[in-house]
């Protein structure tokens, strides 16, 4: 019998690429290019494995109705769009690809804080306008500087080896910290508050989890310096939204350069219409997300840090490798129920 195999989220090069690593008899592929909250669950429900991406929320009800389901494979580091205790309950296997950040996102990073330090989107704009007054577009060398890292993982140790490189101090704050590579590196862990009060850029590496959810808020935004940027490549929620934007309005700090919103959607499109297709609460993060996207001191990106050919790659092929891991019973790259 085949085993059948669901993607979601696809683009039309995970499609070929997919379609490669499973071909034959063997298989039996559904490949959607929509999350799977907007598939009927008809045209999968025979899904032996299922495989998305960020975009797709495999809860609990999801789950209970996939009776043959006994694999996902997430596309991605961060895995808190899966109901793992669910997929604990079911003995559904859940893997992911925890190494495809590592160079891409961090260089995205240092991409963020550049611009952020040199005024770019000001730059950009006064070119724009024909309008050039160097005044108001004179920025900070990140030379010097201290920066904050939370979260030590691969991404964050990446980020602080390259501001090492570019003559900053770092510093770091990890629930377990990694005290090899603090030796190797050279940065220092700091208790979290210490750490908001010093640091000139403090950039966000931490997985979302119920102790990170809502982690950077009014309070912890107010123990940062005035002259400070908030940069968030890794997850919306880590992020209380609302108190961000009053904290940029009433200049508590002095900007943000943010990849991950709340909610992880996109400003895209007439904003007024798609609210009135949202329930309230995502209409809500909608609205901030809209709101910050107009602020002078602030950069959006859609999500886009993790978007380069190589790490789109890795991507492929380490689901491909998952799920023949999984086939042959050699699995890789577990997750752990939260």
């Known amino acids: 019998m085949a085993t059948t195999i669901a993607f979601f989220d696809t683009t039309t090069s995970e499609r070929i690429s997919f379609e490669r690593y499973f071909t034959g008899p063997k298989y039996k592929l559904h490949i959607f290019d929509k999350p799977i909250a907007e598939v009927p669950l008809y045209e999968y429900k ?22 043959r389901l006994k694999f996902i494979a997430v596309r991605a580091t961060g895995t808190n769009n899966i109901d793992t205790k669910a997929c604990q309950k079911h003995r559904v296997a859940v893997s992911n690809v925890p190494a495809y950040g590592q160079v891409t996102v961090a260089e995205y990073t240092i991409m963020l804080m550049l611009m952020m330090a040199r005024k770019m989107p000001a730059v950009l704009n006064a070119v724009d306008e024909g309008q050039i007054i160097y005044r108001k577009l004179t920025g900070h060398t990140l030379h010097g500087k201290t920066i904050g890292i939370i979260g030590t993982g691969k991404i964050g140790i990446s980020v602080a080896i390259i501001c090492k490189a570019l003559g900053m101090h ?4 990890d629930t377990m910290p990694n005290l090899p590579l603090q030796k190797k ?77 709340e909610g992880e959607r996109g400003i895209d499109g007439d904003t007024e219409s798609e609210l009135l297709l949202l329930n309230k ?53 577990l997750v752990k129920s939260a």
Not at 46 to 67: E, G, K, M, R
Not at 170 to 173: G, K, L, P, S
């Open 170 to 173: 770092v510093v770091a704050h």
């Open 46 to 67: 025979d899904a032996d494995i299922v495989s998305v991406f960020t975009a797709s929320n495999v809860d609990a009800p999801t789950i209970a109705s996939l009776p």
């Open 281 to 333: 609460r995502s209409a809500f993060a909608l609205a901030e997300a809209d709101i910050l996207s107009k602020m002078k001191n602030v950069i959006i990106s859609p999500h886009n840090a993790f978007n380069s050919f190589e790490a789109l790659h890795i991507i492929r092929k380490t689901t491909a490798q998952n799920i023949h891991g999984f086939l042959n019973d050699k699995l890789q790259n």
């Open 185 to 261: 590196v050279g940065f220092s862990y700091l208790h979290l508050d210490d750490l908001l009060q010093g640091a000139d850029i403090v950039s966000l590496h931490a997985p979302l989890t119920a102790s990170t959810n809502y982690l950077i808020n009014k309070k912890t935004l107010g123990l940062m310096s005035q002259h400070a940027i908030l940069i968030n490549t890794a997850r919306g929620e880590l992020v209380n939204t609302l108190d961000l934007i009053e904290a940029l309005k009433n200049k508590v700090i002095a900007g943000a350069a943010l990849d991950v919103v």
